[in-house]
T-cell receptor, first 114, second 118 residues
Framework: EADIYQTPRYLVIGTGKKITLECSQT?????MYWYQQDPGMELHLIHY???????EKGDLSSESTVSRIRTEHFPLTLESARPSHTSQYLC?????????????FGPGTRLTVL | AQKITQTQPGMFVQEKEAVTLDCTYD???????LFWYKQPSSGEMIFLIY??????QNATEGRYSLNFQKARKSANLVISASQLGDSAMYFC???????????????FGAGTRLAVHP
C-alpha cells in the first residue's frame, strides 16, 4: 500500500493566481515525479527529482516549478495560473524496489483555472 | 514514434468473465520493465503488475496476469473473473533505462477504458 498524499484534491481558481500543489510521501523514496493528465488521456511527465535539492524538467514543457528541500515533500507551483493549466496533476514516488523501480501514485489534484 | 500502443480505446466484459487488454511496445533497450496501472473515475493511479524483460515467467498478481510475448513485443493484461469494481481506465507503461543512470523514464500508453457489465 502506497503512502503518498496530494492536496488539494480539487482546486478551482481564477486566472493570474499563484497556486501550490502539495505532494508528500512517507515511504522514504528518493525519487519523486509530477505528471500532467488531461481527462481520458495518457500521462505526461513534467518534473522529476532524484533526491533532495535535485529537480529536472520532464518531457512535457510546463510553466510550473518544483522544489525538493525535504525527501518526503515535492510541491509544484504555478506563479500565474491560466485556463491552459486546467488538468489533473499526479504525483508519484519510487525507490523502495531497486529492481522494478515501481512508481506509486497519489490521488491527484484536479485543477480548473477560470 | 509511439513506444506504447494500446489499440483498444474501450472494452466491454460481462461480470465473472475474463478479459484481455492489449499492449504492444517498442524499444531497442534489452533491459526494460513493463507495468500496468488501473485508474478508476476517482483519478488515482493504482499499480497492478510488473514484468521485467529478463523474467522467464509471466507475472501474476491475484486475478491479474501478464501475457508477455517478448518476440512480439506485447504485454497484454489478463483480468480473470471480472468484477464490477474493475470498471476503470487501464494504462500500460514501459520503463526505459536512463542514459544518466539515475532516472528510469516511464512511458505511458493512451489507455483502455474497461466497462464490466452485470
Amino acid at each position: 500500500e502506497a503512502d503518498i498524499y496530494q492536496t488539494p484534491r480539487y482546486l478551482v481558481i481564477g486566472t493570474g493566481k499563484k497556486i501550490t500543489l502539495e505532494c508528500s510521501q512517507t515511504m522514504g523514496h528518493d525519487k519523486m515525479y509530477w505528471y500532467q493528465q488531461d481527462p481520458g488521456m495518457e500521462l505526461h511527465l513534467i518534473h522529476y527529482s532524484y533526491g533532495v535539492n535535485s529537480t529536472e524538467k520532464g518531457d512535457l514543457s510546463s510553466e510550473s516549478t518544483v522544489s525538493r528541500i525535504r525527501t518526503e515533500h515535492f510541491p509544484l507551483t504555478l506563479e500565474s495560473a491560466r485556463p491552459s493549466h486546467t488538468s489533473q496533476y499526479l504525483c508519484a514516488s519510487s525507490g523502495r524496489d531497486f529492481h522494478t523501480d515501481t512508481q506509486y501514485f497519489g490521488p491527484g489534484t484536479r485543477l480548473t483555472v477560470l | 514514434a509511439q513506444k506504447i500502443t494500446q489499440t483498444q480505446p474501450g472494452m466491454f466484459v460481462q461480470e465473472k468473465e475474463a478479459v484481455t487488454l492489449d499492449c504492444t511496445y517498442d524499444t531497442s533497450d534489452p533491459s526494460y520493465g513493463l507495468f500496468w496501472y488501473k485508474q478508476p473515475s476517482s483519478g488515482e493511479m493504482i499499480f497492478l503488475i510488473y514484468q521485467g524483460s529478463y523474467d522467464q515467467q509471466n507475472a501474476t498478481e491475484g486475478r491479474y496476469s501478464l501475457n508477455f510475448q517478448k518476440a512480439r513485443k506485447s504485454a497484454n493484461l489478463v483480468i480473470s473473473a471480472s468484477q464490477l469494481g474493475d470498471s476503470a481506465m487501464y494504462f500500460c507503461a514501459m520503463r526505459e533505462e536512463s542514459n544518466s543512470g539515475g532516472y528510469n523514464k516511464l512511458i505511458f500508453g493512451a489507455g483502455t477504458r474497461l466497462a464490466v457489465h452485470p
